[in-house]
């Protein structure tokens, strides 16, 4: 497995990663990933912010996940961890641990913390989190315009 930084012609692949994941869930909703505007368009997205990128893990030539840090508006020195997907046949393999150790890795190279948003239902991931640090909060820090999130969490980023 490898990871690397998204490149124009992964979009198609990493927008139906995300959507047959959120499908498989139950998450094909308004106030998901799923609707977000910028889903079929990542590459361009995340090259145009600042101190934002979003990587893609493969298997051969394959494709099968990828997740995101993106400056998170209007709360200093703070990113959001932003959709991180794999492939079903490739999820419970320790796999995600190493798209976070390394999206987080870079996160702190500009930001002093971490946020994200996700759900009670999605369990694994939840503990995932934890397993990083990830602390819940009573409300979420800002509008993001995932709605259906019902679960925020943040974690302090230790530069040293």
């Known amino acids: 497995m490898r990871i690397r930084k998204i ?16 499908e498989e869930l139950g998450f094909n909703q308004p106030g998901t990933a799923y609707f977000d505007p910028q889903l079929d368009y990542l590459f361009e997205y ?13 298997k051969g030539k394959e494709i099968i996940g990828g997740i995101g840090i993106d400056t998170l508006n209007d709360v200093p020195e703070t990113c959001e961890l932003q959709k991180l997907y794999l492939k079903k046949e490739f999820q419970g393999q320790g796999l995600s641990k190493k798209l976070m150790t390394y999206a ?16 009670t239902e999605l369990e694994a991931a939840h503990k ?19 709605g259906s999130m019902n679960l ?3 974690k302090r980023l230790d530069r040293f």
């Open 7 to 22: 490149e124009p012609h992964d979009n198609p692949e990493v927008a139906k990663i995300i959507r047959t994941s959120l």
């Open 128 to 146: 995932l989190y934890e397993q990083f640090g990830f602390k819940q909060l009573e409300q979420p820090l800002v509008d993001t315009s995932h």
């Open 46 to 58: 995340y090259q145009n912010r600042k101190h934002s990128q979003y990587w893609v893990m493969l």
């Open 104 to 119: 987080l890795s870079y996160a702190k190279e500009y930001y002093l913390s971490c946020y994200l948003e996700t759900h």
């Open 152 to 154: 925020w969490m943040v």
